[in-house]
C-alpha cells in the first residue's frame, strides 16, 4: 500500500510511510557520508569547511529556485565551485585570503536569499535546516548517488589523504599529489553538503561532519576506528533523530543533529569517568577553516 | 655532472644560494651524492641544514643554482617514491588517533602507487620497515601512546617502507636514547648497504654511525668542509663528542 517504490519489504514504525522510508534513505546515505568526510577534515583543522559551503551553496539554492529547475544541481555547482576557490585560497595562506573567505560564504548565503525573494512561492527553509516532507523519491535517488559516489571516492582515496594529513610535506616529496587531494576533499565536502541538504539542511550539516567523529576519536585507537565508528554514530543519529521527529512531530535536522550533540556528551562523561579525569579538549573542533 | 659513465649522480646540487628575505641563508652551497653513499651534514644552529635539504628535494626554490635529482630538476623528476623525506618537526598531531602500523603503511603508498590496491609485496615491505626499526610489537599501539624516541622511529619506518634509493633526515634523532640510535643505525646502514640507497643524515649525534659515514659536509651558509670523517678529525673535530658539544667545536672552523 504505501512503500516506497524499490523497498524490498514494509518497514515497522516509524519508518511505515513511503515519506518516512524516503527520509531513512536519504538520511542514512548521509549519515554515512558526512562523517566519512568528516573525519579528514577534523584531522586537518577543517572543522568549519563544512559550515562556510554550506553558506556559500545557499547561493546555488537560490538559483535553482528562481529558475525552477531544482536546486539540487545548481547548488551543487556552486558548492563545488566555491571548495576549488576556497583551497586555492587556503594554499596561498594569506589574511586577506581570510577575509575572502567570508566573502565567498557571506555573499552565497546572502545572494541565495535574494535570489530566492525574487522567485515565486519558493521558499528557502527546508534546504538550510533539512525537511524530509520534502524529499521526493527523485531526490532520495539523487542523494543516493552522491552518497555512493562520496564513499566510492574515501575508500579509494582514504589512505593517501590519511598520508597527507600525516605529512603533507614528505608526502608531496614522494610524489603523493597532495594538492590535488586537499581540491578533492574540499570537492567531497561540497557533493556532502548537496547530498545532506534535504535531511539536515545546509547550515546544519557540517554537525553532522564534525559531531561524530568528535566522538568517535574519545573512544577510537586508530584512524580506521575512528572512520568506523563516526559513521556508526551518523547512522545511529540519522535513525534515531527521524524516529524521533515523527513521534513528536519535530523537524528533522535539528533532531538528528541534537541527537548527535547528545552522543558526543554521553561518550564524553563515559570517558571522564572511566579515565578519572576529563579531557582538556575536544583538539580542534572549533578551529577555523584557516 | 658525472657521465663520464653514463651515471648520473643520485643528488646533485651547483652554486646554490637561498634567502627567505634580504639574509642571504645559503650561498654558492655544492653538494653531490652517489647511490651506495652515507653522508653526514652537519654544522651550528641556523646554518642553513634544513633549508638546504628542503632546497635539494624541491620543497623549495633556490635563488640561484641547480638542483638535481637522478639527472632531472625536482619538479619534473618521475617515480617520486625514489626520494624519502623525514623532516625535522613532527608534524603528526597527538589528538590524531592512528596505529603505528597504519602510518607506516601511508610511507609505502608512493611506491604502490596511492590509488592502487595494497598487494602482497607492499605488506611485505611495510613488515620489514617495521621490522628494522624495531617496531613489529607495537605496530596496533595508537602513535599517541608511543615515547619520542618511538615516534622519531615511526617516521623513520613509514620512510623506509616505500625502499627509497635517497633517503634524506633531517635531525631524526634528536632525543633518542642510546639503544635507539644503534638500531636506527642498523636499518640506515641495511638501506645503505643491502639496497645500495645513498643516505643524507643531518645530526649532531653521530657517536653512533661515526665509524659508517662515507663524508660529512660541514655547512654554515657555504659549505666549510666536505670529505672523509678522518680528514674533519684532523681539523681537531670530533664526530663522536657529545650532541650538545659538536655545534659548538664547529662553530671554531672556519
Ligand atoms: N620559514 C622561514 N622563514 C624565514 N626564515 C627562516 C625560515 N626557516 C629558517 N629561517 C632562517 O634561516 C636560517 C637557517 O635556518 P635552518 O635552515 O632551519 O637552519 P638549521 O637547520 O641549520 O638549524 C636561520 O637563520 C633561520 O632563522
Ligand atoms: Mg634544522
Redesign the pocket.
Known amino acids: 500500500m504505501d512503500a516506497m517504490p524499490g523497498m524490498p519489504w514494509p518497514l515497522p514504525w516509524p519508518f511505515d510511510r513511503t515519506y518516512m522510508q524516503l527520509a531513512l534513505v536519504a538520511g542514512m546515505v548521509v549519515g554515512a557520508a558526512a562523517p566519512c568526510v568528516g573525519t579528514f577534515l577534523v584531522q586537518k583543522r577543517l572543522s568549519l569547511l563544512g559550515d562556510g559551503l554550506g553558506h556559500a551553496a545557499v547561493a546555488g539554492v537560490g538559483a535553482g529556485l528562481l529558475v525552477g529547475t531544482g536546486p539540487t544541481w545548481t547548488a551543487l555547482a556552486v558548492a563545488v565551485g566555491a571548495a576549488v576557490v576556497v583551497e586555492w585560497l587556503r594554499t596561498r595562506g594569506s589574511a586577506s585570503g581570510d577575509l575572502a573567505l567570508a566573502l565567498i560564504f557571506y555573499g552565497g548565503i546572502a545572494a541565495g536569499v535574494v535570489l530566492a525573494s525574487r522567485s515565486t512561492d519558493a521558499n528557502l527553509q527546508p534546504y538550510l535546516f533539512g525537511s524530509i516532507l520534502t524529499v521526493g523519491a527523485d531526490d532520495a535517488y539523487a542523494v543516493l548517488g552522491l552518497g555512493a559516489a562520496i564513499v566510492a571516492t574515501v575508500a579509494v582515496t582514504g589512505r593517501a589523504l590519511l598520508a597527507v594529513v600525516l605529512d603533507e610535506e614528505s608526502a608531496r616529496v614522494s610524489g603523493i599529489p597532495a594538492r590535488l587531494l586537499n581540491v578533492l576533499l574540499a570537492v567531497l565536502t561540497a557533493v556532502t553538503i548537496v547530498a545532506s541538504m534535504r535531511v539536515v539542511g545546509v547550515l546544519l550539516v557540517a554537525a553532522l561532519m564534525v559531531l561524530p567523529v568528535a566522538s568517535a576519536r574519545l573512544v577510537a585507537r586508530s584512524f580506521r576506528g575512528t572512520m568506523l565508528g563516526a559513521v556508526a554514530v551518523g547512522l545511529t543519529s540519522v535513525v534515531l533523530g527521524l524516529a524521533a521527529s515523527r513521534q513528536w512531530a519535530l523537524a528533522s535536522g535539528g533532531t538528528i543533529v541534537l541527537v548527535a550533540v547528545a552522543t558526543f556528551v554521553v561518550v564524553s562523561v563515559f570517558q571522564a569517568v572511566r579515565a578519572g579525569a576529563a579531557r582538556p579538549d575536544a583538539g580542534g573542533l572549533l578551529s577555523g577553516p584557516g | 655532472m658525472n657521465l663520464s659513465n653514463g651515471v648520473a649522480p643520485v643528488l646533485s646540487a651547483r652554486g646554490v644560494s637561498f634567502a627567505?628575505?634580504p639574509?642571504p641563508?645559503l650561498e654558492d652551497v655544492g653538494v653531490e651524492l652517489s647511490s651506495g653513499e652515507f653522508v653526514a651534514l652537519v654544522?651550528?644552529?641556523?646554518?642553513?641544514?634544513?633549508?638546504?635539504v628542503?632546497v635539494l628535494v624541491g620543497l623549495l626554490t633556490p635563488r640561484s643554482g641547480t638542483v638535481r635529482l637522478f639527472g632531472e630538476p625536482p619538479d619534473r623528476l618521475r617515480r617520486r617514491w625514489r626520494v624519502g623525506y623525514v623532516p625535522?618537526r613532527l608534524r603528526i598531531a597527538p589528538d590524531l588517533p592512528v596505529t603505528v602500523g597504519e602510518v607506516v603503511a601511508t610511507g609505502r603508498l608512493p611506491r604502490q602507487g596511492w590509488w592502487r590496491r595494497t598487494r602482497p609485496a607492499d605488506r611485505a615491505a611495510v613488515d620489514h620497515a617495521l621490522e628494522s626499526a624495531g617496531l613489529a610489537d607495537l605496530r596496533r599501539r595508537p602513535l599517541a601512546e608511543l615515547s619520542g624516541g618511538q615516534q622519531q622511529r615511526v617516521l623513520i619506518a613509514k620512510a623506509l617502507a616505500s625502499e627509497p634509493e635517497l633517503l634524506i633526515l633531517?635531525?631524526p634523532v634528536a632525543g633518542v636514547d642510546a639503544a635507539a640510535q644503534r638500531q636506527f643505525r642498523d636499518s640506515l646502514v641495511h638501506l645503505v648497504e643491502e639496497h645500495g640507497a645513498a643516505v643524507l643524515l643531518?645530526s649532531h649525534e653521530l657517536g653512533a654511525v661515526a665509524d659508517d659515514l662515507d663524508r660529512v659536509i660541514v655547512?654554515k651558509r657555504r659549505v666549510v668542509f666536505d670529505g672523509p670523517p678522518a680528514e674533519l678529525a684532523a681539523t681537531g673535530v670530533s664526530l663522536g663528542i657529545h650532541a650538545d658539544d659538536l655545534p659548538l667545536w664547529l662553530e671554531e672552523l672556519a
Open positions: 627567505y628575505g639574509e641563508v654544522g651550528p644552529n641556523g646554518s642553513g641544514k634544513s633549508t638546504l628542503r625535522q633531517d635531525e643531518i655547512l
